[in-house]
């Protein structure tokens, strides 16, 4: 047997002067732990059981057929299994996490690299298509143990598609946006393999028939196949060979060159696992296709995604998805009152998140929904025709009180008939109401007093609200982590009160084009925030903004100050060294900046500062020269 080579550390592989710089994010065992005596762990006075007489040699050629997952979930039995493990030449393996790389510099990698199990290149793999191929063949040619590849945008073709298939350790295959096509490939190749989990998104060129036949080949063992956004047609019959039996897991978004017969013909193959089914943005999908999917997958079907399809859901079977848990149905325009509720009916009443957005539904036919819906999350977003009355019956057909998320977003509705509102929101965590113009205050008021201690983001951007009625609210909001009140007609008098319900939860306050001027505010902050927006705001206060900034000094991650009128000159009221967490400045377009108080600002930071943004303010080039001067280390992260 040849000598095992040493180990390379990081540093030997990742030579600047000929590997470019690749973010190694999860490399397990760099260095090889010391063995530990099992005396350590078990006692000896106790008979040996069966683990501990298991040569090690035997040991570690079981592990040689267990894959990522069961390799961790094993080391988890217990402690003598885990230093079984590391004793294991087996327990030497490395996962690697690349950016942007050239197909040279892969080769380069495979070469010095010794142990590979999972490769992931998380921009592009850069080069022609020949040298793209080759770098690939070379990877999986020189380490054996490879079991995952994930590959976001490359150049490669059927020939490293091929080489991948006929690897007989891969489990996982991800090549997307690449110029693979699927033809004509070679059935001898697979049958040494039987991966897991294939994506080719975005691969336009992809055809499909071949692959479809080539990995429907018995027995597979294919458990999610992604094929979205591709060029799919099946445009002949699939071979009787052909079947996906451990499929649980179908994407074919986006491909509109697939005819409804053929999805039904591919869907006919899927065997009785399938839990995920996602076409959204397949335009050849009708109300047949979908009593296909209820025929089939009746049973076991948990996810389906069938948003911008043109179904209206007149469904004449009487089949039920007795396990649907998620259903998107957004921007289908065709869906008709009727039928959206009698499909609701086949939901069996397990339905936890739905998202109707930008529908033309008015919810007016509900009283044909005979089942109460468990729902967690509701979006509503973007329907345009909903009213009161619609949106206040759906709410009501909500059972447990289990909401969490609920979007109206961009809606017409006033929430002036909020005394029809039975629904039990007490659990509610997440409530946007963006752009809702046509929102009352004393309805929402009411809903808010309605939601129950939980809320923790709370977004009513660009609305017209200003809370001049906070009096009234009753609620109080212990966790409320959010609030954005950005662009709408809020003074500071008036956000006080919400204010002060949720300052000591409150990490992130976004203000953007408001009254507020932070004179009041600071005063009563004790809110541990990381983000605050005031950009726009005109009557902002530099007092109250140093004592804003005093009061949450320790947790700021972003300060976003763009058009306003600041000019820092107060900045020696802030605290020494009062910012130390400090990510973000955001100064665009503050005109009446004062060079020494930003420099005086930039001397509380601490080195977390990453970015600081002084386009179109009145900093000059000499100035800016003059505050890298004085911290060097921000020269790469003043933008102008």
Known sequence: MSEKPPDMTVSHVLDRNKLPDMAVSHVLDRNKPPYMAVSHVLDRSSKPSFLETVPLELFDHILKYLGISEKKAIRLLNRFILLRFRSSERWHFKIWKLGTISAEQLGLFASQVYTVLGLEIS????????????????????????????????????????VLLAHASIVSINLDHSSITGDNLNPEMYYSSRPESISLAGCLDLSGRD????????????KCLNLSHTSLQLDQPLASHVSFPSLEEL?????????????????????????SLKLA???????????????KTSETLIHLDISETPVTLGLEVSRSFLQLKTLSLRDCKSLSEVGFPKFLNKTGGNLRHLDVGATQLTF??????????????????????????????LLNKTSGGRLKSLDTSCTKITLSEVGDLTANLA???????????????????????KTGPKLRILNLNWTNVIFTGVT????????????????????????????????????????????????QISLFSRAPLEELDLTKCEELWENGLMDMLNKTSNTLRILNLASTKITLSETYNLSSASLPNLEEINLINCKH????????????????????????????????????????HLQNYIYT
């Open 123 to 162: 921009c592009e793999l850069t080069g022609e298509s020949s040298l793209v191929d080759e770098s690939l063949v070379n990877l999986v040619r020189s380490h054996s143990d490879l079991s995952s590849i994930k590959i976001r945008k490359s150049s490669c073709t059927n020939r490293s598609l091929e």
């Open 211 to 222: 692959l479809v036949s080539v990995l429907g080949m018995e027995p597979n063992r294919l």
């Open 251 to 275: 994407n074919l978004n986006s491909c509109v060159l697939l005819t409804e017969q053929s999805f039904i013909c591919l869907l006919s193959r899927v065997g009785s696992r399938l839990r």
């Open 281 to 295: 943005g397949y335009s050849n999908l009708t109300d047949v296709g979908v009593e296909a999917i209820l025929d």
């Open 364 to 393: 007016s036919e509900l009283r044909l929904l005979t089942v109460n819906l468990p729902l967690e999350r509701l979006n509503l977003e973007f329907c345009l025709e909903l009213r009161d009355r619609g949106f206040f019956s």
């Open 427 to 449: 659990n509610l965590e997440e409530l946007r109401m963006m752009m809702c113009k046509t929102l009352e205050e004393d309805g929402l008021v009411a809903i808010l007093n």
């Open 472 to 519: 009234s609210l009753t609620a109080t909001f212990p966790l409320l982590e959010e609030i954005d009140l950005g662009e709408s007609r809020v003074f500071e008098s008036s956000l006080l009160g919400l204010f002060l319900k949720a300052q000591r939860s409150l990490k992130r306050l976004k203000l953007r084009s408001t009254f507020v001027n932070l004179g």
């Open 593 to 632: 900046l004062s060079t020494q108080g930003l420099i005086a600002l930039l001397g509380k930071t601490g080195d977390k500062l990453k970015l600081l943004n002084l386009a179109h303010t009145n900093i000059t080039v000499p100035q800016i020269s003059e505050i890298i001067g004085i911290y060097p």
